[in-house]
């Protein structure tokens, strides 16, 4: 498990482009043969991948001090690749293209199949909640932007107040039409909370710029296909790519409320 440690917004000033890679982006993040997991002191986020070729347990690494990975933590994996099974404790829950399983504190044993691509996200969990799944086709999408803007989007709430139960993540897709490329503009921050952007479904040979960084100062970062970013709660997140592309946005800290934002109005980004 690769450890990284919290930044302050004060030292984003001084980072070069290696240093925001570093710090922020996630990539390599579905082997074939081991469950990649990164350990975020943001909000204690723990962000992971696998595509496997054979069955693979998710493992307890040494730093989580427990004796399984949901001890104490929630888990959200969604199915990237080609569907495929997850095992939670003995029952398999079939996972299409953009489905999300939650898996509650408690939960012993999670085995990924093979043939899909999953990426996973976990917070701390002070109690247990039911393992569910929930496939995309039966979550009602809400449709934003639009074609003027280059932004017109579906929102799929998967795991939040009003959906899946949790203890603190919540959860979502967000699939961009053809001829869409922004996503999040205009843009917020919520300082209550820690957000990872993994950005999928993107051509090989495109990019998105993700912009990041406090609003009077941001960067950027270019991410290609299957790679995530992490996004402190002080930081703006949103991102242009150079074709369209769907996103699992995932939030972690003290508010589940969706809303619970501080929009950034697009004439006061640096």
């Not at 012993?108 to 701390?124: D, H, K, M, N, R």
């Not at 040979?205 to 790679?227: C, F, K, S, Y």
Request: hydrophobic share 40%.
């Amino acid at each position: 498990m690769e450890i990284r440690h919290a930044t302050h917004p004060s030292q984003i000033g001084g980072f070069a482009t290696a240093d925001l890679r570093a710090n922020y982006l996630v990539d390599d993040l579905f082997p074939t043969d081991r469950v990649r997991l990164v350990y975020s002191h943001q909000d204690r986020t723990v962000i992971g991948g696998v595509a496997p070729a054979a069955p693979i347990t998710l493992p307890a690494p040494d730093a989580l001090r427990s004796a399984y990975f949901c001890e104490r933590r929630e888990l959200g994996v969604v199915n990237v690749g080609e569907p495929a099974p997850v095992t939670v404790d003995g029952t398999a829950y079939d996972l299409a293209h953009g489905d999300c399983l939650y898996v509650g504190r408690g939960a012993e044993s999670v085995v990924f199949g093979p043939g899909g691509c999953f990426y996973l996200i976990s917070a701390t969990a002070h109690a247990s909640c039911p393992t569910v799944l929930s496939p995309l086709a039966a979550v009602a999408g809400t449709r934003l932007g639009g074609v003027e803007g280059a932004n017109d989007r579906t929102i799929y709430k998967h795991i939040h107040a009003d959906g899946v139960a949790s203890n603190q993540l919540v959860l979502g897709v967000t699939v961009l039409e053809p001829g869409s490329m922004w996503n999040t503009m205009p843009c917020h921050t919520h300082d209550r909370r820690t957000e990872v952007y993994l950005y999928f479904d993107l051509p090989a040979e495109h990019r998105v710029v993700h912009l990041m960084g406090r609003p009077d100062e941001t960067r950027n970062i270019i991410v290609a296909n299957r790679q995530a970013v992490i996004s402190p709660s002080w930081s703006v997140h949103c991102g242009f790519g150079t074709a369209n592309y769907a996103f699992v946005w995932a939030m972690t800290g003290e508010n589940q409320a969706f809303d619970d934002m501080d929009h950034v109005a697009i004439p006061s980004l640096r």
